[in-house]
């Protein structure tokens, strides 16, 4: 008599409900990973305030300065002299006029470092003033 | 002659899983490490233009003239509004700001009263924040009650 040979039982174990899980981790972390490196600045360390509140509508043509902890003025990774900022300014200057628009539509964000002086601040937002930005906003962090 | 039956031979059609999990697992740990909990951040608009002949004349009701005092080193010496010295007590002046300007409708970018404040050079960034945070409202709840709107900078103070 012939006896038919049975297929050995599988012992592999589900794994859909584990890549499930796993692709909604990833998706999870994707949404919420912060691909903003530009505008942080590791020297600066920004004052809280319990009226901050994020931007509901995104900000129109932002120029993101920083003030680091050095006093050194950073914009877009490339640390400038308050001196040379006109012309690290000349280019956005022209991509806004490029637009039909002017230096008055930017926003310049400040990001300055907490002890920081005020009156840096100032010759920054003066400096700035000299080249026809009007809008400034003064970014700081969530008090918790 | 014997024929081999070609079911009896299971055919395997099932995708390779091992290599799709390592790669998953990679782009999970990816995420995971470049996570960063950070808090949020919100600004204060102010608003500047050039100081020019152009410029009409402030048609602000309230002049509230903010000063703040440095002690030479960056901190708060004093605060005075409008020739008011309130010592370094922010609620103080908030209350005062609150009792100049009244529960009105609410300030918007471009009317209502106007904050100048006056700062010395070297007086800390952080605290000047804290002056804009206590003129430009406080927080009830979780609600925000605005004050004021509008903050500009005297003209600098060179020491």
Redesign the interface.
């Known amino acids: 008599m012939r006896f038919r040979k049975t ?1 050995a039982p599988a012992a592999e174990a589900d ?1 859909t409900p ?2 499930d899980m ?2 909604q ?2 998706a999870f ?2 949404v ?3 691909f903003s490196q530009s505008e942080q600045n590791d020297k600066v360390i ?10 509901d509508v995104p ?1 129109e043509f932002p120029i993101i300065v920083h ?1 680091t902890s050095e006093d050194a003025v950073v914009i877009g990774g490339d640390k400038v002299d308050l001196a040379a900022l006109r012309s690290r300014m000349q280019p956005e200057i022209a991509l806004l006029k490029l637009e039909g628009k002017g230096p ?1 539509d930017a926003n310049i ?1 400040i990001r ?12 920054l ?2 400096r700035c ?2 080249l ?1 930005f ?9 008090e ?1 | 002659m014997k024929f081999r039956h070609k079911s009896t031979q299971e055919e395997k059609n099932e995708l390779p899983m091992t290599p799709m999990i390592d790669i998953v697992f990679l782009l999970l740990v990816f995420f995971i490490m470049t996570f960063k909990i950070s808090a949020q951040e919100g600004d204060f608009n102010v608003k500047m233009p050039l100081q020019g002949d152009g410029t009409p004349v402030d048609n602000t009701q309230l002049p509230l003239k903010l000063r703040l005092r440095s002690n030479g080193g960056g901190d708060l010496q004093e605060i005075l509004l409008n020739d008011r010295s309130f010592g370094t007590d922010w609620s103080q002046v908030r209350g005062y700001v609150a009792s100049l300007v009244g529960d009105a409708s609410g300030p918007t970018q471009d009317e209502g009263p106007e904050v100048e404040i006056d700062l010395d050079y070297d007086l800390y960034y952080v605290h000047v924040i804290e002056a804009i945070t206590a003129v430009t409202g406080y927080r009830s709840g979780d609600e925000i009650i605005k004050l004021v709107d509008r903050i500009k900078f005297a003209p600098q103070r060179k020491n």
């Open positions: 297929a794994l584990m890549i796993t692709f981790l990833i972390f994707m919420l990973i912060n920004l004052p809280t305030s319990e009226l901050a509140k994020p931007v900000i003030l008055a964000i300055s470092h907490r002890t920081a002086p005020g009156g840096r601040v100032q010759d937002i003066n003033q000299e026809g009007e809008q400034f906003a003064l970014r700081v962090k969530e918790i």
